[in-house]
């Protein structure tokens, strides 16, 4: 008889074989591409793109030392001309005139102050004209705002990125974690699968010894309980039968009686032809 095309051993074997390797690699292939997904993108964040601005606070240009234009006095120069003012003036409080001393002293002093506030600031509108036209008509501050401007999208722009990262960062790495999840379900499901006869196997080796045990100790037991049961319906069952055939026998003798009565005749009969068939074949088998 041909063995069967499906439910044989080399079938099964190769099966098993077929599925354990099919398990293996899903497994394999679910790990490596996880990892790739949490592990790739942390390694290739890109820097942020900033737009480039035209120019900043370094390339505000200042006047050279030479082209500064410097007429007013400076503190310490305007200083020492007051005390060369005040040291003209001798007289003491006693003296008579002292008074109209620090009067003129005081006006003098004045006026020099004064001429040297307007030499400062016409120095000042001299020199922000020359580095005016020195920077292209953009004053520092221009200079300031736009460099400002260019920290402002600076920093959103690496904020922007950064957010963008992290959000592809988390989003790849619960991807990669659902990937490596599902395969070690499905890898685990189709081992188990392929193997479940050793699980079986392994099972009923687990479970048999302890069944076995507890049977090997409720024997006695249960033996003990059936032969007092058996001990105890014997009397009543003979009791019964006893009183059943005393009650019928009278009945089965008339009955058994009347069949032979019925019968004997009959068997008379037959009985005689059979003895005379006996007697009558030597005779035939003689003549003959």
Known sequence: MPENKHLNEQSYLS????????????MVIAIVVGLGLIIIPRLTTAAPIV??????????????????????????ELQAQI????????????DYGWID??????????????????????DTAVNEARTLALNGGK???????????????????????KNKSDFGIAASTMLGAFIMFAG????????????????????VQTIMPVAKEGITEIAPTIGAAYGSMVEAAAPGVSRGAGTMIDGT??????ATNTILTSAAPGIGEIAREIKKGINEKPHKKHKK
């Open 184 to 203: 070690a379900i499905i890898s685990g499901s189709l081992l188990y699968y392929a193997n479940f006869r050793k699980f079986a196997a392994f099972g």
């Open 15 to 26: 099966m098993k074989k077929k599925l354990n390797i099919i398990a293996l690699g899903i």
């Open 51 to 76: 737009e480039p601005v035209a120019t900043s606070v370094a390339e505000y240009k200042t006047l050279p030392q030479s082209d500064i234009q410097k007429t007013a006095f400076s503190d310490v």
């Open 83 to 94: 005390d060369a003012i005040e040291a003209e003036y001798t007289k003491s409080r006693s």
């Open 101 to 122: 001393e620090q009067i003129e002293s005081s006006e003098r002093v004045g006026k020099l102050q004064e001429s040297n506030r307007a030499a400062r600031s016409a």
């Open 139 to 161: 004053s520092r501050f221009d200079f300031e705002s736009e460099a400002n401007s260019l920290k402002f999208k600076t920093d959103f722009a690496i904020g922007s990125s």
């Open 249 to 254: 026998s009278p009945s089965v003798g008339r």
